[in-house]
Structures are given as structure tokens and as C-alpha cells.
């Protein structure tokens, strides 16, 4: 299995040999270190703990300074579960050359927060309408509970108004385009989920 942490930079367009375009975004991956090896044996599962940054050691508190030891100061600790056998030891640095150019991924982070909204714009309700004496009812959501099998209660689950985004997104089958080896940089087609600098999960 592969795996690799990076920061979500920005979108661009690349081409290919053969003049084909492709809309992708640019995310600086790794290098990485792994600071812990889980085995089944002694954690009930087989996972790998990975580094990823660095901040200043004033921010970093002193049990997770006795963990790290001579590691480094990583802005971000994360794990990743490993099927069959475990081959990292700890120290090992990853890095984009991990990865081929073509290859499928599978992305994950956390999307944009957009804060409290209603229902139009967190599940496209269309609205009242606008005339029939209805005065102040453009982007009201309309009656929520009623009778029937909600018993005239608003009933689990309802779409309703509430905080949009702020959600760990997935996106899978995302193809690798290009690979910055240099600037330790790869070029994946599409969209990735989160801002600009949000911390990005990959697999391989």
C-alpha cells in the first residue's frame, strides 16, 4: 500500500504528449517520516504512524517530544492502516517517488467550512413562491413537521439549516498526471476536497 501526506496548493491546467489537456491540482506531498510501527501483535492491528511539516517545538507538548524523540517536529501525525506484511521501520522517510505517473488515487481532507446556511444553499430547495400574498417566504424551507408517519414532529434527519462544509471528503479514483520529483510536487487530475494549505491525505 501506498501512502503520502501533503498540502493542497492550487489548480492549474497541464498538457500531455499528445495536446490533451487536463485541469488538475498541484499538491506538494511529503517527504514524510515514520515515527511509529503498529503490529498486530502488540496493538491488535497492523498501521503505520507518519510525520508530515514541521513547527516550532515550543507548540509541541512533552509526551509527544518523548515519542517523537529525535525525529523532528512535525506539524501533523497521522496512520494509515497496513494490509499484509509491514515492511516500514521507523526513520524510513517517503516520498513522491513512491508513486508513478498514470496511476489511480484515492484523496482525502477536510472541505471548506462555509459556516451556518439555509436550506437553499445547503440542498438546493427552490423556495415559496414569489406572489400569492406570500410576503416574506423567497428562501423559507416551508413546513417541517405535519402529520402522518412524522406524527407531527420534525422528524431525524430533516434538511434543514445548519453548518455546511467543515466535512473529511474522499474522492477516489483521482489519476496521477505528472509527478515534480524536485519540488516534491504531483499534479492529480480534477478536484481535491479543502482550502488552499489544507492538509491532504494519499493512497496508492
Known sequence: MKFILGTKEYMTQVFDDNGQVYPVTVISAGPIVVTQVKTA?????????????????????KPVKGHLKDLGNFAHLKEFRVEGENTFKVGDKLDTSLFKEG????????SKGKGFQGVIKRYGFKGGPRSHGQKHSEREPGSLGGGGRDGGRVAKGKRMGGRMGND?????NLKLIQIDSENNAIFVEGAVPGRRGALVEIRG
Open 168 to 172: 473529511r471528503i474522499t474522492v477516489k
Open 41 to 61: 501483535a502488540v496493538d491488535g492491528y497492523d498501521a503505520v504512524q507518519v510525520g508530515y511539516g514541521t513547527r516550532s517545538s515550543k507548540r509541541i507538548s
Open 103 to 110: 496511476e489511480k488515487l484515492t484523496v482525502s481532507a477536510v
